[in-house]
Nanobody
Framework: QVQLVESGGGLVQSGGSLRLSCAASGSAFSRYNMSWYRQAPGKQRDMVATISSGDNTNYADSVKGRFTISRDNADTMVYLQMNSLKAEDTAVYYC?????????WGQGTQVTVAS
């Protein structure tokens, strides 16, 4: 089992920055592929960024060059640095841990970007 707790969301002006954190508890954290997803009202939940157990990263086209995902296996943390935020980045952001059939989600943190 992995428990995930997100933090760092809030209200920010367009063009601003936020850093989301995801604290993971449980065993074998370093084996998990970690991702950030987001869900805006009335829309599906979409992948934003992924970092593999081998530190390979992948980003949605809409955030490339603006967002950076990173992980700290020693502290079992995952981060999402978000720069040049836009109104369309407004959503609830979720942390996800995936390894084989195991799939865990946090409860989400709200990010609101005021235009």
């Amino acid at each position: 089992q992995v428990q995930l707790v997100e933090s760092g969301g809030g209200l920010v002006q367009s063009g601003g920055s936020l850093r989301l954190s995801c604290a993971a508890s449980g065993s074998a954290f370093s084996r998990y592929n970690m991702s950030w997803y987001r869900q805006a009202p009335g829309k599906q939940r979409d992948m934003v960024a992924t970092i593999s157990s081998g530190d390979n990263t992948n980003y949605a086209d809409s955030v490339k060059g603006r967002f950076t995902i990173s992980r700290d296996n020693a502290d079992t943390m995952v981060y999402l640095q978000m720069n040049s935020l836009k109104a369309e980045d407004t959503a609830v952001y979720y942390c996800n841990a995936r390894w084989g059939m195991a799939d865990f989600w946090g409860q989400g943190t709200q990010v609101t970007v005021a235009s």
